[in-house]
């Protein structure tokens, strides 16, 4: 799986988009970007994943560049809640369980009052 | 809906002492995985169960055992605790399919003195 960079701490107003960037610039063709979070060391949370086109669910939005070698979550009204370690993977879609995440440093998010 | 639910969320041993730590997720999910995280570190790899009656290794193995005991459960062994492994472990399940995420339990917290 390619290797991702990530800020290790980033802090965003409350009600302001946080931006948090990735490079994961030896991606392969057929390699997902996956975001997780993380809150108060409670189990990774899913957020958000995409291949190649720029995804939107209920919590976040996902964009990647048109080389795929980095992305951004935008996390569009942030709150005081949202304050977590935001976890970037990439992993082959492949229907094989060895296709684990591996989980770096990540970035901490610090949303302020 | 449960998920992934681990048990216990807390324990504390004595070096040399033995323990299991149960997962069980209630997804149907095919495999199943255990990680463990130190104090600022992102997750790491034990173990992993691609399905019922397989486990591999996965990126820090020694000092464990796995059980698939059945499609829902998969256990996590120390045989002879070390103050080493204090640490959070954390239970996952995936589908195997590339859009779905891996799910986690909230963790179990382990102390050996």
């Known amino acids: 799986d390619a290797k991702t960079t990530q800020p290790t701490s980033m802090d965003c107003a409350e009600g302001r988009a946080a931006n948090l960037p990735c490079n994961h610039s030896t991606i392969s063709g057929n390699e997902y970007v996956y975001w997780y979070r993380q809150i108060h060391s409670q189990g990774p949370q899913y957020i958000i994943h995409g291949l190649k086109n720029n995804e939107t669910n209920e919590m976040a939005s996902l964009i990647i560049t048109e080389d795929r070698k980095s992305s951004t979550l935008i996390l569009p009204h942030a709150t005081l809640r949202d304050t977590a370690v935001y976890y970037c993977i990439v992993r082959v879609g492949a229907r094989n369980a060895g296709n684990m995440l591996t989980f770096g440093g990540g970035t901490r998010l610090m949303v302020k009052p | ?113």
């Open chain 2, 1 to 113: 809906n449960a998920g992934v639910t681990q048990t216990p969320k807390f324990q504390v041993l004595k070096t040399g002492q033995s323990m299991t730590l149960q997962c069980a997720q209630d997804m149907n999910h095919n495999s199943m995985y255990w990680y463990r995280q130190d104090p600022g570190m992102g997750l790491r790899l034990i173990y992993y169960s691609a399905s019922e009656g397989t486990t591999d290794k996965g990126e820090v193995p020694n000092g464990y055992n796995v059980s698939r005991l059945n499609k829902r459960e998969f256990s996590l062994r120390l045989e002879s605790a070390a103050p080493s492994q204090t640490s959070v472990y954390f239970c996952a399940s995936w589908t195997m399919r590339a859009r779905e995420p891996q799910h986690f339990g909230d963790g179990t917290r382990l102390s050996i003195l």
